[in-house]
């Protein structure tokens, strides 16, 4: 009964052991992995309990413990103190805050929490999924950016990544995150002097609520990259350092140097600098740097061992202030590389296109055409499919212009993407690519991304004359088909995950890309 006793009274009075408990009640089958972050982060909460910082930022990389540590271990915690507190925690999404709260309940109904905390009693009225009260009146009640919190007070708010890291930031979701922060959150505080405020995010973009928030004066902030950037002592407890040298990972054991890098490479160093190293690039720095290109003299064996991809970006209508159409043209070398031989940017008529686009494919010996798939694009299709012998694949935009450019910026990233050292239009496609997504036209962009993704998903398979995509249904390794004059129709491929049938003036095509 002693023995209990001492462990009542040691949850009850140091957060960071009432945490790992926390875990292993959430987490029964796995090894909690101490690790000297984590205690940097307890210690940083604990100082909240204290009533010693009224406002904390921690910024850390995902799946590092933080929702566990600040949304469920904190308001179990403050609530077991005392059952009067009054707590609003918000997350992104309401499926998420509710998540948070069922496991934040779960911890408090367990047999442990009962023992350290037995005047804490969860009330049997009607509770929400993401909301219960106390018998005592004390309550955490959970909300989603842009829910309402009217007629609630707090003493304690809690913010668990309020935007959501797969969607690119935009100045509209900037500035309603913020707006949301301060017009409505920070106003339930029950008292502005001494309510408390506590943010936990990894970063994704440099005037996201944190990049805002740091900017004004009276926050405390914990910053953990996922790899150091410089040698520092961060504190982890009463006069106790961790003494963190410059290159080291934020928990080696887990997340070891080599596999970050890795992420980096597969993220790209833009999403990697923003989500693991908590440093965003600033506005206007551009998704892709011009710096991850990579110059070429000549390709690759003279051109062969490859193949040769075009890929149309068409404008919807034509005038002086409308979009260009595109075309990259791109060797694709055995080795996963890609690189950029030509780009064509007119403004052009659409019923000069079939011609222009079949010539320019001869001109090229193009193996395959991806054409973006788009009201203004259908009858070009249609006349390519009666009219030619080309190889045709459709690229259907999804998301954002931004976000398609953001999930292909990896591969520039990692230096497989080439270009000329010199060319005629070799200006022009890098001012778009360092001005997007603020540049005036951004054509270039989107033929660009339109190709990296098909060569993302289907250029490995390419060349090895796989039937289906782009080559005729013979052996592996026949030559390509190659364009030719008119006569029985192109043939199109399908090159997504997703596929339909379009009826395009009656005739049906199959394996389009959405």
């Known amino acids: 009964m002693g023995h209990q006793s001492e462990i009542n009274a040691i949850l009850r009075t140091n957060f960071d052991l009432f945490f790992q408990r926390g875990f292993a009640e959430l987490h029964p089958g796995d090894k909690y992995q101490d690790n000297w972050h984590m205690q940097a982060i307890t210690h940083a909460l604990n100082g909240v309990v204290q009533g010693k910082t009224n406002r904390l930022i921690i910024t850390l990389p995902p799946r590092y413990g933080k929702s566990l540590a600040a949304s469920i271990a904190l308001p179990a915690y403050v609530l077991g103190r005392d059952p009067t507190k009054r707590i609003i925690t918000a997350s992104y999404g309401q499926v998420l805050a509710e998540k948070l709260a069922m496991d934040c309940k779960r911890v408090m109904e367990a047999p442990f929490y009962r023992k350290a905390f037995p005047e804490t009693k969860i009330g049997n009225g009607k509770n929400a999924m993401s909301n219960f009260s106390t018998t005592a009146g004390g309550s955490r009640y959970a909300t989603s950016e842009g829910g309402s919190v009217t007629g609630m007070g707090a003493d304690l708010i809690i913010v668990d990544d309020l935007m959501k890291a797969s969607e690119i930031p935009t100045a509209t979701t900037l500035d309603n995150a913020i707006e949301y922060l301060r017009s409505t959150l920070f106003s339930r505080l029950n008292d502005k002097v001494n309510g408390q405020i506590v943010i936990?995010?990894?970063?994704?973009?440099?005037?996201?609520?944190?990049?805002?928030?740091?900017?004004?004066?009276?926050?405390?902030?914990?910053?953990?990259?996922?790899?150091?950037?410089?040698?520092?002592?961060?504190?982890?407890?009463?006069?106790?350092f961790y003494h963190r040298r410059k290159g080291e990972a934020l928990h080696e054991a887990r997340e070891p140097l080599k596999t970050l890098l890795q992420i980096k490479e597969e993220i790209g160093p833009r999403n990697f600098g923003a989500q693991y190293q908590q440093q965003p690039v600033p506005a206007g720095g551009g998704i892709v740097e011009w710096d991850w290109f990579r110059p070429y003299e000549e390709l690759p064996n003279n051109g062969k061992g490859g193949f040769i991809v075009q890929s149309w970006d068409t404008a919807m209508v034509i005038s002086d202030s409308s979009s260009y159409t595109v075309c990259t043209t791109w060797f694709c070398d055995a080795l996963g590389n890609y690189y950029l031989i030509h780009v064509w940017r007119h403004r052009r008529s659409s019923s000069d296109l079939p011609a222009i686009v079949h010539r320019h494919a001869i001109e090229h010996e193009a193996d395959l055409v991806i054409i973006e798939m788009n009201n203004g694009s259908r009858a070009l299709i249609e006349t390519l499919f009666i009219h030619t012998k080309l190889t045709v694949t459709t690229g259907e935009p999804r998301g954002s212009k931004a976000e398609r450019m953001e999930a292909e910026s990896p591969v520039v990233a990692a230096g497989r993407v080439f270009v000329p050292i010199s060319a005629p239009w070799l200006e022009a496609f890098r001012a778009e690519i360092v001005k997007f997504p603020e540049a005036r036209h951004d054509d270039q962009v989107d033929s660009l991304s339109q190709f990296l993704y098909w060569a993302r998903k289907h250029g490995p398979d390419y060349p090895g004359g796989k039937p289906g995509l782009g080559r005729p249904d013979g052996p592996v390794g026949e030559p390509p088909q190659k364009v030719g004059n008119a006569s029985s129709g192109s043939r199109f491929i399908g090159c997504g995950t997703r596929h339909r049938s379009i009826s395009l003036r009656g005739i049906d095509i199959d394996n389009f890309r959405l």
């Open 200 to 240: 936990v995010m990894q970063r994704l973009h440099e005037d996201d609520p944190v990049g805002q928030l740091t900017r004004l004066e009276g926050w405390d902030v914990l910053n953990l990259p996922a790899i150091a950037e410089h040698d520092e002592d961060v504190e982890i407890g009463p006069g106790r």
